[in-house]
């Protein structure tokens, strides 16, 4: 009699105390893990958010030629066009990430890497880049260039 | 589950005959007797030895090296990186509780004898391996760059060119140059990460070949006396599984030590600044900072400091050559001066060590 009624009981103590153990120890396993998985993540610097920067005087730059400008962290592509026009665009190849740069022979913006071309308004106009590059907007005040952020 | 394990079991047992290494680990004995606790506290030493692999891999993905960067990097980690305090504070609360069972470790075994005959190389390997670990803490010590470790580093390279002939140039190897500058950081960082961890993991794989090749020695006097009586236990699972709830322990230990008293970080090392008051070594290196101030300036014809790091170097010497000098053990016979060595020895560091807190 006893032992029908201890029997029935036992199976369930020992699912209990499986049930404990393996919580702990998957619980253990979570508080180590956890922290190991977020300290791996670099954390998000706090960048200052740059909206425009002075590019230089006009007279820095000739005609038919590019210069890339410092735009807080990013390179930005600065051309002055045969035709005397500004114009600036993100200097990162929209392929793979490269810096881009102008080739006056051709008279194209173009990515050394994989031989990507742009046209001076920044379309892609051969090679592998998928689409154009971002434009900047070139403001001339007085003598300066500023190059702000196309709203 | 189980039978996909299995294929992969005969699928490397079929290549490398695992079925030896599963017939040997089967065979493997650990004795009991009333001082079987000693045997736990070289498992102790390999888990810290291995979190403070993985923490320094940790740490590595956001220190920077450099006399201009370290402090500033480790700033970053303890107030950037998600739970960076943490790594940084159970890489440094490890360290020490690394160094303390070590010294368990190798107090035990000497007080059993286990280096008699025929562990000496296992015993060799093993005060190597101590020697690399106060090697880690000393340069581990220099690289967050901060005041306390600038001067620890003045002061531990200096004591280093005081021996006759050959301290100037191993000072100047260490330092990197005359004086502790950004190039000794340099150096530093590079034992501490490469050097040291290889030469280590090389000991630690003899050492533990040796140990599991020869099984665990029995203290003398319970060998003497007719041994265990064959008591033993499976290494296999029952010493492992107890070997794994100790780390746990010790485990557990780290992270209330680590969350509660959380490593400082001070404040950026100065060359130009003067050492603040109440500058003190790390633990393990106080006694002998402490009776290097208790000795005159002038002993006879030789340098107080001298005389003091040679007295320590050949007591270091004797103390890692003991399985050479003590033939009675090696006999098997009872050697009450080895025991009365090892009391005195441990006596004089709590002693001083203690004396050194106080002042």
């Known amino acids: 009699m006893e032992n029908r009624t201890e029997q029935p009981a036992q199976p369930r103590k020992r699912e209990l105390l499986m049930w404990i153990l393996s919580g702990g120890l998957f619980g253990m396993a979570a508080s180590i893990l956890y922290p190991l998985f977020a300290y791996l993540k670099p954390p998000r610097l706090g960048e200052v958010e740059t909206s425009s920067v002075k590019a230089g005087k006009v007279d820095d730059f000739q005609v038919d030629s590019g210069q890339i400008i410092k735009f807080g962290t990013k390179p930005v592509l600065l051309v002055r066009t045969p035709n005397d026009e500004f114009r600036a665009f993100s200097a990162v190849c929209t392929h793979l990430d490269c810096t881009v740069q102008y080739r006056r022979e051709k008279g194209v913006i173009w990515c050394a890497c994989h031989n990507g071309t742009y046209d001076l308004t920044g379309r892609n106009i051969g090679g592998p880049p998928p689409r154009p590059l971002d434009e900047f907007r070139v403001v001339i005040q007085g003598e300066e260039v500023l190059i702000s952020k196309k709203a | ?359």
């Open chain 2, 1 to 359: 589950m189980k039978k996909r394990l299995n294929i992969l079991y005969e699928w490397v047992n079929d290549r490398v005959h695992l079925e030896d290494l599963v017939e040997f680990l089967g065979k493997k004995y650990v004795p009991v007797h009333s001082h079987s606790v000693w045997y736990y506290f070289g498992g102790v030493s390999l888990f810290l030895f291995i979190i403070q692999v993985v923490t320094g891999i940790l740490l590595l993905l956001y220190y920077k090296g450099s006399e201009e960067l370290a402090f500033e990097s480790i700033k970053f980690i303890m107030s950037k990186v998600a739970f960076g305090w943490l790594i940084r504070s159970v890489h440094s609360w490890a360290a020490n509780l690394f160094v303390l069972a070590a010294m368990i470790h190798m107090f035990s075994v000497y007080f059993t004898k286990a280096y008699r005959k025929p562990r000496e190389i296992t015993w060799l390997t093993g005060m190597l391996m101590f020697f690399l670990v106060l090697g880690f803490g000393f340069s581990g010590y220099l690289l967050p760059w901060n005041e306390l470790a600038f001067f620890a580093t003045k002061v531990g390279t200096d004591i280093a060119g005081v021996i006759p002939v050959i301290g100037k140039p191993i000072m100047v190897f260490l330092r990197g140059g005359e004086d502790v500058t950004g190039a000794t950081l340099s150096r530093f960082f590079g034992f501490h990460v490469a050097v040291f961890p290889g030469i280590f993991t090389v000991l630690l794989g003899i050492h533990l070949i040796l140990v599991q090749r020869q099984g665990m020695s029995e203290p003398l006097h319970i060998e003497r006396g007719g041994g265990s009586g064959g008591k033993t236990m499976p290494f296999f699972p029952n010493f492992l599984l107890r070997d794994l709830l100790l780390w746990l322990i010790v485990l557990n230990l780290l992270a209330i030590l680590a969350v509660f008293f959380p490593w400082e970080l001070g404040q950026k090392a100065d060359a130009f600044a003067p050492a603040p008051a109440g500058i003190k070594p790390e633990w393990y290196f106080m006694f002998m900072f402490q009776t290097l101030k208790y000795i005159p300036a002038k002993l006879w014809i030789i340098d107080g400091e001298v005389f003091g790091i040679m007295l320590f170097s050949i007591a270091g010497l004797l103390w890692t050559l003991v399985p050479f000098w003590d033939a009675k053990s090696a006999r098997g016979e009872k050697s009450r001066r080895i025991i009365y060595i090892g009391i005195f020895v441990v006596m004089y560091i709590i002693a001083l060590t203690i004396l050194g807190w106080l002042s």
